[in-house]
């Protein structure tokens, strides 16, 4: 199967996602019933922007050519892939680069997010019997070439111990923050609020710190992340909300609430569903180079860096933990 074949059916795929077949509706709906934090709206948006970003045609091939992937590898590499199950179909970027790379995908999805990553695989299984060479899964990872694996800081420890003498990417805890200087618009925070909000805050790219100077207003804020009053009616977000409010209450802890989402001042860049810490600052400069050294950080947003409303609109060449995957592949 040589590379513009790879490319022909990864597109097809993308056309297939966003044609939202009755086949494809039903997957989506199953794969809520068993997560209840992979809500419609939410799925809907991660694999559109896999299609739109990851699976144009055009897109895919430019991004090949970066790497001068030959048509063929004379001996692939089998690759095994350990998926991360926070937000719907998180881990399909890393498929994809074993895929494009000419090498072959062992998968274990997470038991959160299975039903969504199986179906597409499937789908391609059912436009090219060849793919079940290429793409299979297993519950246990033994004996392959290399691996890719993405979990808690927890979880590493294990991911290095079994993979650790064989080529690997390991990947930990991250997060994203925001930078901001007190003139935004009610517009830019309204696309903060995404960032903030969008899959419940359980992304790596999902904001769950913001920066903020001395005596900043924090009302405006407060009032742009009003901005999905729904999830307040889920009771996994309403949960979380109730217990975390509590723990400040009763801790005696200064916090702001607009009844949807608490702020609380707090140095850790990571904070709970349904909670934004907030830390002050004094020299932007300073802050940017402190926290782009920070192995925790996955995105700075904020004005001259990644635009406000677009941390989760990740292109192809934007690689978690700042590793080149592909690189990585091509390296093998």
Same mark, same amino acid.
């Given at each position: 199967?040589? !590379?513009?074949?790879?490319?022909? !059916?990864?597109?097809?795929?993308?056309?297939?996602? %966003?044609?939202?077949?009755?086949?494809?509706?039903?997957?989506?709906?199953?794969?809520?019933?068993?997560?209840?934090?992979?809500?419609?709206?939410?799925?809907?948006?991660? $694999?559109?922007?896999?299609?739109?970003?990851?699976?144009?045609?055009?897109?895919?091939?430019?991004?090949?050519?970066?790497?001068?992937?030959?048509?063929?590898?004379? *001996?692939?590499?089998?690759?095994?892939?350990?998926?991360?199950?926070?937000?719907? #179909?998180?881990?399909?970027?890393?498929? %994809?680069?074993?895929?494009?790379?000419?090498?072959?995908?062992?998968? /274990?999805?997470?038991?959160?997010?299975?039903?969504?990553?199986?179906?597409?695989?499937?789908?391609?299984?059912?436009?090219?019997?060849?793919?079940?060479?290429?793409?299979?899964?297993?519950?246990?990872?033994?004996?392959?070439?290399?691996?890719?694996?993405?979990?808690?800081?927890?979880?590493?420890?294990?991911?290095?111990?079994?993979?650790? /003498?064989?080529? *690997?990417?390991?990947? /930990?805890?991250?997060?994203?923050?925001?930078?901001?200087?007190?003139?935004?618009?009610?517009?830019?925070? $309204?696309?903060?609020?995404?960032?903030?909000?969008?899959?419940?805050?359980?992304?790596?790219?999902?904001?769950?710190?913001?920066?903020?100077?001395?005596?900043?207003?924090?009302?405006?804020? #407060?009032?742009?992340? /009003?901005?999905?009053?729904?999830?307040?009616?889920? *009771?996994?977000?309403?949960?979380?909300?109730?217990?975390?409010?509590? #723990?400040?209450?009763?801790?005696?802890?200064?916090?702001?609430?607009?009844?949807?989402?608490? %702020?609380?001042?707090?140095?850790?860049?990571?904070?709970?569903?349904?909670? %934004?810490?907030?830390?002050?600052?004094?020299?932007?400069?300073?802050?940017?180079?402190?926290?782009?050294?920070?192995?925790?950080?996955?995105?700075?947003?904020?004005?001259?860096?990644?635009?406000?409303? *677009?941390?989760?609109?990740?292109?192809?060449?934007?690689?978690?933990?700042?590793?080149?995957?592909?690189?990585?592949?091509?390296?093998?």
């Amino acid at each position: 199967m040589i !590379l513009q074949e790879r490319i022909g !059916l990864l597109s097809r795929l993308g056309q297939y996602i %966003l044609s939202n077949t009755p086949d494809w509706q039903e997957v989506k709906e199953r794969a809520y019933r068993e997560n209840q934090w992979f809500v419609p709206e939410f799925i809907n948006k991660a $694999s559109e922007q896999i299609a739109q970003s990851f699976l144009d045609e055009d897109n895919l091939t430019a991004w090949a050519n970066q790497y001068q992937i030959p048509d063929a590898l004379s *001996h692939p590499k089998q690759v095994g892939i350990v998926m991360a199950g926070n937000i719907p #179909l998180v881990g399909f970027h890393d498929f %994809l680069c074993v895929f494009v790379s000419g090498n072959i995908s062992v998968i /274990k999805p997470s038991s959160k997010d299975e039903v969504l990553i199986k179906h597409l695989i499937a789908k391609l299984y059912e436009w090219d019997v060849r793919i079940q060479n290429w793409v299979s899964f297993a519950d246990k990872l033994k004996g392959l070439d290399a691996y890719i694996a993405t979990g808690s800081n927890n979880s590493s420890r294990y991911f290095d111990y079994y993979f650790g /003498k064989y080529p *690997h990417i390991i990947r /930990k805890n991250r997060t994203s923050v925001a930078i901001l200087d007190g003139s935004e618009s009610q517009e830019t925070l $309204s696309l903060l609020a995404d960032d903030v909000l969008q899959y419940f805050g359980l992304g790596c790219r999902n904001v769950t710190q913001v920066y903020v100077p001395e005596n900043y207003d924090f009302q405006p804020l #407060l009032a742009a992340l /009003k901005k999905y009053p729904e999830f307040i009616d889920y *009771h996994k977000y309403k949960h979380n909300y109730d217990y975390h409010l509590a #723990l400040l209450i009763m801790g005696g802890k200064y916090y702001m609430n607009n009844d949807l989402m608490v %702020l609380t001042e707090n140095a850790s860049p990571f904070s709970p569903v349904s909670q %934004l810490h907030f830390a002050y600052y004094q020299n932007r400069q300073m802050l940017i180079e402190q926290l782009q050294k920070d192995e925790a950080i996955q995105c700075i947003v904020g004005m001259g860096l990644i635009p406000f409303g *677009h941390a989760q609109t990740p292109g192809l060449s934007d690689y978690a933990d700042g590793i080149d995957t592909m690189e990585f592949l091509t390296g093998l």
